[in-house]
């Protein structure tokens, strides 16, 4: 077979999603990613190394390297059922296990990735109110799980769910996988009294692709790290974790820590004021600057037109996009709705430019040479 693999890459305005293999690492990542795949050491002794320093950065009392958000939700959630019983980790997800198997979400809060619990046996339990939540906890609830995506969706702010799972003494857990930066946010979190926070790594850290964190409070430390790999009779053992993964990561936090993120903003602002211009003045199309409250609060632009004014339809300003070189995904937005959301946090430098240029284009101004030179593939 070839060395060679011909690549078709995208402009990523669509922001840190697995699907677009997340956000760009650093150089300083790439170095750190090349120097573990020349190692052989021993996974347990990295993590031992990295996690207690990951985990001061969050102000947790443990932390965990995973093979993504969700290898940390399924390792958690199974250590929530298991405890320390090491009978119990070799049985789980079996059914008929006398165990504690059942997870309580607000029903606005389900979604595709809710399987990362269902992987570790439990049955998920639906509540609409904090009444409801109250009254579901029994003996058989192994935890309460919280997405903070979807916190607009839920009758029940994340600090009164997890008041409730602390009255009970039931663990509690959320899913703040795109919920950062700011990091504090993720501190935050802990500090309300949740007992596990389930992260990805490639998204707002820039880590590597497909890793992600567990932070863990007190007494579910060890029960997680049971059910996770390199333990050979665990769940958690198909998601194994690289020593890239895991020596790349513990780098990102490193950087992130360092970096001046008020920097960062300003840098991100430009971005956005740099589309946003490509359509200042055309009439029927506003643009606008907004920070989402649903995941990283980090600037985004949108542009929003009226079609019977502009003459171009959803799907005309779609294909424009996606339908030439090169390709630029975008957020996703209501099919029907005559606008487009940019990421700019996941650009490379330049890549702003040429999105103000297809914008340009797309809306009937002539595109700019100097835009189509800006970057180079």
Avoid at 155 to 178: E, L, N, Q, R, W
Avoid at 266 to 277: E, P, S
Wanted: hydrophobic residues 45%; positive net charge; charged residues 25%.
């Amino acid at each position: 077979m070839s060395s060679r693999i011909a690549l078709d890459p995208i402009i990523n305005a669509q922001g840190a999603h697995s699907d677009v293999c997340g956000t760009l690492v650093s150089k300083a990542v790439e170095r750190a990613v090349r120097r573990a795949m020349s190692l052989s050491i021993s996974s347990a002794e990295l993590q031992a190394v990295v996690c207690p320093r990951v985990a001061a950065a969050f102000h947790a009392d443990a932390a965990l390297v995973t093979s993504g958000c969700a290898a940390a939700i399924t390792c958690a959630t199974a250590g929530c059922i298991t405890g320390l019983d090491a009978d119990l980790v070799s049985r789980v997800p079996a059914y008929g296990l006398q165990a504690q198997r059942e997870a309580i979400m607000l029903r606005g809060h389900r979604m595709g990735y809710d399987h990362a619990l269902r992987n570790a046996g439990v049955t998920i339990v639906d509540a609409d109110s904090e009444d409801d939540v109250r009254r579901l906890v029994s003996p058989r609830t192994a935890l309460l799980f919280f997405v903070c995506k979807h916190t607009a969706n839920g009758a029940v702010s994340a600090p009164a769910f997890a008041a409730i799972a602390k009255a009970a003494g039931v663990p509690a857990m959320v899913d703040a996988a795109a919920d950062w930066p700011p990091i504090e946010r993720v501190r935050e979190y802990l500090a309300m009294g949740f007992d596990l926070a389930a992260l990805s790594g490639d998204k707002g850290l820039s880590g590597p692709h497909c890793s992600g964190l567990l932070v863990v409070r007190q007494p579910l430390v060890a029960a997680a790290a049971l059910n996770a790999p390199p333990n050979p009779d665990a769940l958690g053992r198909i998601a194994e974790v690289s020593r890239s993964q895991i020596l790349g990561l513990a780098c990102a936090v490193d950087e992130f820590l360092r970096t001046d993120q008020r920097a960062r903003w300003k840098t991100w602002c430009r971005r956005v004021t740099t589309i946003l211009r490509a359509v200042s003045g055309i009439a029927g199309i506003e643009g606008e600057l907004f920070v989402p409250d649903d995941e990283a609060q980090v600037p985004h632009a949108r542009v929003t037109w009226q079609p019977e004014v502009t003459g171009v339809t959803k799907r005309q300003a779609l294909e424009m996009f996606l339908g030439r070189r090169p390709r630029i995904r975008i957020r996703e937005t209501d099919v029907n709705e005559p606008s487009m959301e940019f990421a700019v946090w996941s650009l490379k430098p330049g890549e702003d430019r040429v999105i103000a240029d297809r914008c340009a284009a797309t809306f009937g101004r002539r595109a700019r040479g100097r835009v189509r030179r800006a970057i180079r593939r």
